[in-house]
């Protein structure tokens, strides 16, 4: 009892923080290349009388570059009553898993390219809340006269605020840093702090061959940016693959100034630091505009149930040929004499829908198979899998194990892999819904085997259904590449 007086007692004395990470002068392990370094954070803690190290989280990878400043925030939790080791580890990612999330990475198959250690008040209790740290071999190990370079780390207390800004931006008339066609730009943004370089918070996606370029549009939470008249510095690149982008130019300006762009329907001027001048810098002809420009709150899935939201949980199963006969054991749909056995989709099935069914209130379920030929000899890419025409929905989760089971039976697997028709049925389903009951919202569970062939098709429906109430989930089972399906991200 005593023990949670006192916990309850300090909580005033832990703060939400984030760690920004920066790294110069790595190592190249890469031949042909530049490294692809990614950084991995742990907290060293005390388990009895031995020490582990929990990770508290990994940034982004990118792409050939020594001296990476990468836009993935750590958070973690600063506590003052306790000492709290970090140790930053760096990793030069393979090629062959840049298409994996970090997640998903096995740091065992990377290259290991240095480590840092400190302890997280060091950061907190600095005047600019930032540390460079020299880089050493694995558990602090001597590497003698090799330098393995450094890395920053510049730490923030996290704002509680769900407002946002979302922008679309463009440029026109940049600057032609390419010989034999156009610059493939794209933007960089970073906050200005008081002590330090600028943190970088996001950046745009690259337009290839064009001198006038129209970004997506960008979301910055109020974590990203402070204030509205906190200093921003938006850079323009010439990307390049080689991770060398040639700068084009930059702008100074704050979200209070973009929005003044917005409102005036004007550009802003491009700058480039003089090469004769140190605190001089040259107007370029390249402007900045802001053409949307809106504030928004973000509200996050606990917010959504709290206030009364109720999930609708979807599950399409495919049935294509590729899956292997349902009666071998090598088959993805084997079943097995066992009623403990659960092949991939049943655990698929089992592992998302009992999450989401807590969240249902009626436990009514829409399930279909696609890829499947009807027992009339018709090939239907979304069918109920139930089995009952007049019906799509079954009775919780056990319904849709009892009914992909009795479908297994009376549908012999087909092709090819479309997931188009699922997913207008389900959106069909989630703006009929909206007109009359607001307050719900769909999970779309996808469980495939194979590379899609209606890709087109599939990403021309999740951009006429993103303005639903509605999300997917697509899981993949087997050993199929499966890459092609962060197209649909």
Not at 185 to 200: C, D, H, K, M, Q
Not at 334 to 355: F, P
Not at 417 to 422: D, E, I, N, P, R
Request: a negative charge.
């Amino acid at each position: 009892m005593l023990v949670v007086v006192y916990a309850s007692k300090f909580d005033f004395l832990m703060m939400k923080s984030q760690l920004s990470l920066s790294a110069s002068k790595l190592r190249d392990l890469d031949i042909m290349s530049k490294s692809d370094p990614m950084a991995v954070v742990y907290v060293k803690k005390k388990s009895g009388i031995r020490e582990e190290l929990e990770e508290v989280g990994r940034t982004e990878v990118i792409m050939n570059n020594l001296n990476p400043m990468w836009i993935q925030k750590i958070n973690v939790a600063f506590h003052f009553e306790v000492v709290q080791p970090l140790i930053i580890r760096v990793y030069d990612v393979d090629t062959k898993y840049h298409n994996l999330s970090t997640k998903m990475l096995d740091l065992k198959d990377q290259d290991f390219l240095g480590e840092a250690n400190c302890v997280l008040s060091e950061i907190m209790t600095h005047r600019s809340r930032s540390v460079t740290l020299k880089l050493h071999g694995k558990n602090g190990h001597d590497v003698g006269n090799l330098n393995l370079g450094s890395i920053t780390v510049h730490a923030e207390e996290t704002i509680a605020s769900k407002m946002a800004v979302e922008m679309r931006l463009r440029c026109s008339n940049l600057d032609n840093k390419d010989c034999f066609s156009k610059s493939d730009p794209f933007l960089r943004i970073s906050r200005v702090v008081e002590a330090g370089s600028p943190i970088p918070i996001c950046k745009t996606e690259v337009v290839n061959n064009n001198l006038d370029p129209v970004w997506k549009p960008l979301c910055i939470t109020m974590q990203q940016y402070v204030s509205k008249d906190n200093p921003l510095v938006i850079e323009c690149f010439d990307f390049n693959s080689n991770g060398n982008h040639t700068f084009i130019g930059k702008l100074h300006t704050s979200i209070q100034d973009m929005e003044n762009l917005h409102k005036a329907n004007a550009g802003a001027n491009l700058v480039f630091p003089s090469s004769r001048h140190k605190d001089h810098e040259k107007v370029l002809k390249g402007r900045l505009y802001v053409d949307g420009y809106e504030e928004k709150e973000v509200y996050s899935f606990l917010d959504y149930i709290s206030s009364g939201f109720e999930l609708n949980f979807m599950v399409a199963v495919d049935f294509t040929a590729s899956n292997g006969d349902p009666r071998k054991r090598d088959s993805l749909h084997y079943m097995g004499y066992d009623s403990s056995y659960l092949n991939a989709y049943q655990q698929a099935i089992m592992e998302v829908g009992e999450v989401i069914q807590v969240y249902d209130y009626d436990k009514r379920f829409p399930a279909w198979g696609f890829g499947g030929k009807l027992y009339d000899g018709s090939v239907s890419h979304c069918f109920n899998l139930s089995g009952n025409a007049g019906s799509f929905e079954v009775e919780g989760v056990q319904g849709i194990m009892d009914a992909y089971k009795n479908a297994l039976h009376t549908v012999s697997l087909h092709g090819p892999t479309l997931f188009g028709q699922v997913i207008n049925q389900a959106a069909e389903i989630a703006a009929q819904s909206l007109s009359t009951n607001p307050t719900k919202y769909f999970v779309l569970l996808i469980i495939t085997d194979g590379v899609l062939t209606d890709l087109q098709e599939t990403k021309d429906a999740i951009v006429r259904a993103s303005d639903l109430p509605l999300s997917m989930l697509i899981v993949g089972v087997g050993n199929a590449d499966f890459k092609q399906m962060e197209v649909n991200d």
